[in-house]
T-cell receptor, first 116, second 115 residues
Framework: ETGVTQTPRHLVMGMTNKKSLKCEQH?????MYWYKQSAKKPLELMFV???????ENNSVPSRFSPECPNSSHLFLHLHTLQPEDSALYLC???????????????FGSGTRLTVV | KQEVTQIPAALSVPEGENLVLNCSFT??????LQWFRQDPGKGLTSLLL?????REQTSGRLNASLDKSSGRSTLYIAASQPGDSATYLC??????????????FGEGTQLTVNP
Protein backbone atom coordinates (compact mmCIF):
# COMPACT_ATOMS: atom_id res chain seq x y z
CA GLU A 1 0.00 0.00 0.00
CA THR A 2 1.34 3.41 -0.95
CA GLY A 3 -1.00 5.48 1.22
CA VAL A 4 -3.28 6.24 -1.74
CA THR A 5 -6.02 3.68 -2.30
CA GLN A 6 -8.06 3.42 -5.48
CA THR A 7 -11.20 1.38 -6.06
CA PRO A 8 -12.18 -0.53 -8.02
CA ARG A 9 -8.97 -2.00 -9.42
CA HIS A 10 -10.71 -3.05 -12.63
CA LEU A 11 -13.91 -1.77 -14.24
CA VAL A 12 -15.70 -2.76 -17.42
CA MET A 13 -18.57 -0.52 -18.44
CA GLY A 14 -20.83 -0.02 -21.40
CA MET A 15 -21.00 3.25 -23.25
CA THR A 16 -24.35 4.14 -21.67
CA ASN A 17 -23.40 3.27 -18.10
CA LYS A 18 -22.66 5.62 -15.22
CA LYS A 19 -19.90 4.63 -12.84
CA SER A 20 -17.54 6.27 -10.37
CA LEU A 21 -13.89 5.82 -9.50
CA LYS A 22 -12.82 6.42 -5.92
CA CYS A 23 -9.53 7.59 -4.48
CA GLU A 24 -8.70 7.87 -0.79
CA GLN A 25 -5.58 9.11 1.00
CA HIS A 26 -4.80 9.37 4.69
CA UNK A 27 -1.41 11.03 4.30
CA UNK A 28 -2.62 14.46 5.37
CA UNK A 29 -2.00 15.79 1.87
CA UNK A 30 -3.79 18.89 0.65
CA UNK A 31 -3.63 18.36 -3.11
CA MET A 32 -5.08 15.51 -5.17
CA TYR A 33 -4.88 14.71 -8.85
CA TRP A 34 -6.40 12.50 -11.54
CA TYR A 35 -4.14 11.21 -14.31
CA LYS A 36 -4.94 9.13 -17.38
CA GLN A 37 -2.48 6.62 -18.81
CA SER A 38 -3.29 5.28 -22.27
CA ALA A 39 -1.26 2.66 -24.06
CA LYS A 40 1.99 4.00 -25.55
CA LYS A 41 1.36 7.54 -24.27
CA PRO A 42 2.76 9.52 -21.35
CA LEU A 43 0.60 10.09 -18.31
CA GLU A 44 -1.81 12.94 -18.88
CA LEU A 45 -2.96 15.24 -16.11
CA MET A 46 -6.75 15.51 -15.99
CA PHE A 47 -7.74 17.41 -12.85
CA VAL A 48 -6.07 19.10 -9.90
CA UNK A 49 -7.70 19.77 -6.53
CA UNK A 50 -6.23 21.80 -3.70
CA UNK A 51 -8.01 21.95 -0.35
CA UNK A 52 -11.12 20.50 -2.00
CA UNK A 53 -11.22 23.21 -4.66
CA UNK A 54 -10.68 22.38 -8.32
CA UNK A 55 -7.77 24.46 -9.53
CA GLU A 56 -7.18 22.89 -12.91
CA ASN A 57 -9.20 21.13 -15.59
CA ASN A 58 -6.82 20.10 -18.32
CA SER A 59 -9.32 20.29 -21.22
CA VAL A 60 -11.05 17.10 -20.14
CA PRO A 61 -14.40 16.24 -21.81
CA SER A 62 -17.49 16.77 -19.68
CA ARG A 63 -18.24 13.03 -19.64
CA PHE A 64 -15.58 12.96 -16.88
CA SER A 65 -16.79 14.75 -13.76
CA PRO A 66 -14.54 15.00 -10.69
CA GLU A 67 -15.67 15.52 -7.12
CA CYS A 68 -13.66 16.23 -3.99
CA PRO A 69 -15.96 16.18 -0.94
CA ASN A 70 -13.07 16.50 1.52
CA SER A 71 -9.29 16.55 1.47
CA SER A 72 -9.03 12.78 1.85
CA HIS A 73 -11.36 11.68 -0.93
CA LEU A 74 -11.51 12.23 -4.66
CA PHE A 75 -14.00 10.78 -7.11
CA LEU A 76 -14.18 10.60 -10.87
CA HIS A 77 -17.73 10.20 -12.14
CA LEU A 78 -18.02 8.64 -15.57
CA HIS A 79 -20.96 8.75 -17.99
CA THR A 80 -21.47 8.15 -21.69
CA LEU A 81 -17.86 7.14 -22.22
CA GLN A 82 -16.27 6.13 -25.50
CA PRO A 83 -14.08 3.08 -26.20
CA GLU A 84 -11.06 5.39 -26.56
CA ASP A 85 -11.52 6.34 -22.90
CA SER A 86 -10.28 2.87 -21.96
CA ALA A 87 -7.11 3.42 -19.96
CA LEU A 88 -5.48 3.19 -16.55
CA TYR A 89 -6.73 6.04 -14.34
CA LEU A 90 -4.33 7.01 -11.61
CA CYS A 91 -4.95 9.13 -8.56
CA UNK A 92 -2.13 10.97 -6.82
CA UNK A 93 -1.71 13.25 -3.85
CA UNK A 94 0.91 15.69 -2.66
CA UNK A 95 1.50 17.57 0.57
CA UNK A 96 0.73 20.90 -1.03
CA UNK A 97 0.03 22.29 -4.48
CA UNK A 98 3.23 24.29 -4.73
CA UNK A 99 6.05 21.79 -4.55
CA UNK A 100 8.91 23.93 -3.31
CA UNK A 101 9.50 22.11 -0.04
CA UNK A 102 7.78 18.84 -0.60
CA UNK A 103 8.22 15.13 -0.76
CA UNK A 104 6.91 14.67 -4.24
CA UNK A 105 3.80 12.83 -5.32
CA UNK A 106 2.29 9.59 -4.06
CA PHE A 107 0.32 7.54 -6.57
CA GLY A 108 -2.34 4.90 -6.15
CA SER A 109 -2.37 1.58 -7.96
CA GLY A 110 -4.90 2.80 -10.50
CA THR A 111 -8.21 1.65 -11.93
CA ARG A 112 -8.02 -0.24 -15.21
CA LEU A 113 -11.08 0.95 -17.14
CA THR A 114 -12.41 -0.81 -20.21
CA VAL A 115 -15.29 0.75 -22.14
CA VAL A 116 -17.20 -1.68 -24.35
CA LYS B 1 6.26 24.19 -24.10
CA GLN B 2 7.41 22.14 -21.12
CA GLU B 3 8.25 18.62 -22.25
CA VAL B 4 10.05 15.57 -20.92
CA THR B 5 11.84 13.03 -23.09
CA GLN B 6 13.27 9.67 -22.05
CA ILE B 7 15.89 7.70 -23.94
CA PRO B 8 16.00 4.82 -24.70
CA ALA B 9 12.37 3.74 -25.01
CA ALA B 10 13.35 0.16 -24.27
CA LEU B 11 16.45 -1.52 -22.91
CA SER B 12 17.35 -5.19 -22.47
CA VAL B 13 20.44 -6.14 -20.47
CA PRO B 14 21.93 -9.27 -18.87
CA GLU B 15 21.74 -9.63 -15.12
CA GLY B 16 24.54 -7.93 -13.21
CA GLU B 17 25.10 -5.12 -15.68
CA ASN B 18 25.24 -1.48 -14.61
CA LEU B 19 22.97 0.74 -16.66
CA VAL B 20 21.92 4.36 -17.18
CA LEU B 21 18.51 5.70 -18.09
CA ASN B 22 18.27 9.21 -19.49
CA CYS B 23 15.74 11.98 -19.08
CA SER B 24 15.80 15.43 -20.65
CA PHE B 25 13.47 18.38 -20.14
CA THR B 26 12.93 21.62 -21.98
CA UNK B 27 12.58 24.21 -19.19
CA UNK B 28 15.05 24.74 -16.36
CA UNK B 29 12.44 26.38 -14.12
CA UNK B 30 11.61 23.33 -12.05
CA UNK B 31 10.83 22.57 -8.42
CA UNK B 32 11.99 18.98 -8.48
CA LEU B 33 12.29 15.82 -10.54
CA GLN B 34 10.97 12.42 -9.55
CA TRP B 35 11.82 8.95 -10.86
CA PHE B 36 9.09 6.32 -10.69
CA ARG B 37 8.88 2.62 -11.36
CA GLN B 38 5.78 1.05 -12.91
CA ASP B 39 5.17 -2.67 -13.15
CA PRO B 40 2.79 -3.88 -15.90
CA GLY B 41 -0.80 -2.84 -15.20
CA LYS B 42 0.12 -1.33 -11.86
CA GLY B 43 0.46 2.10 -10.33
CA LEU B 44 3.60 4.16 -9.85
CA THR B 45 6.14 3.60 -7.12
CA SER B 46 8.35 6.56 -6.27
CA LEU B 47 12.06 5.73 -6.40
CA LEU B 48 13.91 8.99 -5.95
CA LEU B 49 13.05 12.68 -5.65
CA UNK B 50 15.64 15.35 -6.44
CA UNK B 51 14.96 18.95 -5.49
CA UNK B 52 16.06 21.62 -7.96
CA UNK B 53 18.88 22.68 -5.63
CA UNK B 54 20.33 19.16 -5.43
CA ARG B 55 22.72 17.39 -7.79
CA GLU B 56 22.00 13.78 -6.92
CA GLN B 57 20.10 11.35 -4.71
CA THR B 58 20.93 7.76 -3.83
CA SER B 59 18.85 4.85 -2.60
CA GLY B 60 20.45 1.43 -2.45
CA ARG B 61 21.55 0.43 -5.96
CA LEU B 62 19.90 3.49 -7.49
CA ASN B 63 21.50 6.86 -8.07
CA ALA B 64 19.78 9.78 -9.76
CA SER B 65 21.57 12.90 -10.92
CA LEU B 66 20.21 16.28 -11.95
CA ASP B 67 21.76 18.96 -14.14
CA LYS B 68 19.10 21.64 -14.19
CA SER B 69 20.97 24.06 -16.42
CA SER B 70 21.30 21.53 -19.22
CA GLY B 71 17.87 20.01 -18.60
CA ARG B 72 19.07 16.48 -17.91
CA SER B 73 18.70 13.75 -15.35
CA THR B 74 20.06 10.23 -15.27
CA LEU B 75 19.02 7.18 -13.29
CA TYR B 76 21.91 4.80 -12.66
CA ILE B 77 21.11 1.22 -11.65
CA ALA B 78 24.01 -0.81 -10.33
CA ALA B 79 24.28 -4.60 -10.56
CA SER B 80 20.91 -5.01 -12.25
CA GLN B 81 18.63 -7.89 -11.27
CA PRO B 82 15.66 -9.55 -13.02
CA GLY B 83 13.41 -7.97 -10.39
CA ASP B 84 14.41 -4.55 -11.73
CA SER B 85 12.45 -5.28 -14.91
CA ALA B 86 9.76 -2.61 -15.18
CA THR B 87 9.03 0.71 -16.87
CA TYR B 88 10.91 3.65 -15.40
CA LEU B 89 9.25 7.05 -15.62
CA CYS B 90 10.85 10.44 -15.24
CA UNK B 91 8.54 13.21 -14.03
CA UNK B 92 9.51 16.86 -13.87
CA UNK B 93 7.68 19.31 -11.63
CA UNK B 94 7.75 22.49 -13.68
CA UNK B 95 7.11 25.94 -12.28
CA UNK B 96 3.82 27.23 -13.69
CA UNK B 97 2.66 30.80 -12.97
CA UNK B 98 -1.06 30.07 -13.15
CA UNK B 99 -1.34 26.90 -11.08
CA UNK B 100 1.94 26.83 -9.15
CA UNK B 101 3.37 23.64 -10.54
CA UNK B 102 2.74 20.93 -13.11
CA UNK B 103 4.11 17.39 -13.00
CA UNK B 104 4.97 16.32 -16.55
CA PHE B 105 5.94 12.76 -17.42
CA GLY B 106 8.19 11.26 -20.04
CA GLU B 107 7.06 8.23 -22.02
CA GLY B 108 9.21 5.92 -19.96
CA THR B 109 12.00 3.42 -20.51
CA GLN B 110 10.94 -0.22 -20.50
CA LEU B 111 13.75 -2.19 -18.86
CA THR B 112 14.19 -5.96 -19.13
CA VAL B 113 16.93 -7.64 -17.11
CA ASN B 114 17.59 -11.16 -18.36
CA PRO B 115 18.74 -13.87 -15.93
Amino acid sequence: ETGVTQTPRHLVMGMTNKKSLKCEQHLGHNAMYWYKQSAKKPLELMFVYSLEERVENNSVPSRFSPECPNSSHLFLHLHTLQPEDSALYLCASSQELTQVFDYGYTFGSGTRLTVV
Amino acid sequence: KQEVTQIPAALSVPEGENLVLNCSFTDSAIYNLQWFRQDPGKGLTSLLLIQSSQREQTSGRLNASLDKSSGRSTLYIAASQPGDSATYLCAVNFVVETSGSRLTFGEGTQLTVNP
